[in-house]
C-alpha cells in the first residue's frame, strides 16, 4: 500500500512509527474488556495513531489507515444510560435501562482494528 512521506519526513522514522502503531493495535485488538472498554481503547488508539503519524505522512492517507469511515461509526456509538433506583431495602442500585446489544459492537470494533493492522502492515511492506 502506497503511502505519501510528508516533507522532511524520514523514512526510518516512520518506519518506527508504523511498527510502533501496529504493536499497539495488537494490544487493543487483545483486550479482554467489555464493549465500552473496547471501544474506549480503540477511540484511544486511533487518537493516538493520528498524533504518532502527524506530520509523517499525508493528512489522506492517515484518513484512508487511520480514522476511516466505521471509527466515525465507533466515534458516534451512544453511551448506555444507567438510572439510580432504590430497592425495597432503600439501598441504591444502577440499573441499565438502555444499551445496544455489545457483541455485534465489539466484533465490529474487532474487524476495525484487524484492518486497521492489514493496512498498517502493508504500508510498511510498502516502505522498506
Do not use: C
Not at 516533507?7 to 464493549?35: M, P, Q, Y
Not at 473496547?38 to 489507515?65: E, K, P
Not at 438502555?98 to 510498511?124: G, Y
Request: hydrophobic share 40%.
Amino acid at each position: 500500500m502506497l503511502i505519501t512521506l510528508e516533507s522532511g519526513a524520514d523514512r526510518h522514522n516512520v518506519l518506527k512509527a508504523l511498527h510502533e502503531v501496529i504493536v499497539d493495535a495488537g494490544k487493543v485488538a487483545s483486550s479482554r474488556g467489555g464493549a465500552k472498554e473496547l471501544r474506549v481503547a480503540y477511540l484511544t488508539w486511533v487518537n493516538a495513531t493520528r498524533a504518532r503519524l502527524r506530520g509523517q505522512i499525508s493528512s489522506g492517507d492517515l484518513d484512508r489507515l487511520v480514522t476511516t469511515p466505521r471509527y466515525i461509526s465507533v466515534l458516534q456509538l451512544p453511551e448506555p444510560v444507567w438510572e439510580k433506583s432504590h430497592n425495597e431495602y432503600g439501598s441504591v442500585r444502577h440499573m441499565l435501562v438502555s444499551s445496544q446489544n455489545t457483541a455485534p459492537i465489539r466484533e465490529m470494533i474487532f474487524v476495525e482494528i484487524a484492518e486497521h493492522i492489514d493496512h498498517l502492515k502493508k504500508a510498511h511492506e510498502t516502505l522498506t
